[in-house]
């Protein structure tokens, strides 16, 4: 099966930054898709950035020039690495991940990390 571990989260004050981290492991073909997701409490769950196979990225107008999503293509592994962190960011970030399956199991499939908790204190 497939498996996202997400690391890096932590509590910081603000204008610091953190590097979160989500590697994929187990049994697949390829990943179309990595990214951030996140959650505050009593909020929707928000798509914060995506990265994709070809390179291009998008983000959350919100975090957009102080955020960053990479990726290493060897380690299956997604990086989100967010400066100038305001009270605002704290919450739960999940990875998420778009999958090619290898056969037999063939096919796209989504996949969520177990989330990692960012706070921000001001």
């Known amino acids: 099966q497939v498996q996202l571990v997400e690391a890096g989260g932590g509590l910081v004050q603000a204008g610091e930054s953190l590097r979160l981290s989500c590697a994929a492991s187990?049994?697949?073909?390829?990943?179309?898709?990595m990214g951030w997701y996140r959650q505050a409490p009593g909020k929707q769950r928000e798509l914060v950035a995506v990265v994709t196979s070809v390179g291009s990225t998008s983000y959350v107008d919100s975090v957009k020039g102080r955020f960053t999503v990479s990726r290493d293509s060897a380690e299956n592994t997604v990086y989100l690495q967010m400066n100038s962190l305001q009270p605002e960011d704290t919450g739960v970030y999940y990875c998420y991940a778009e999958i090619q399956r290898s056969s037999p199991f063939r096919g796209t499939y989504a996949y969520w990390g177990q989330g990692t908790q960012v706070t921000v204190s001001s």
């Open positions: 187990g049994s697949f073909f390829s990943i179309n898709v």
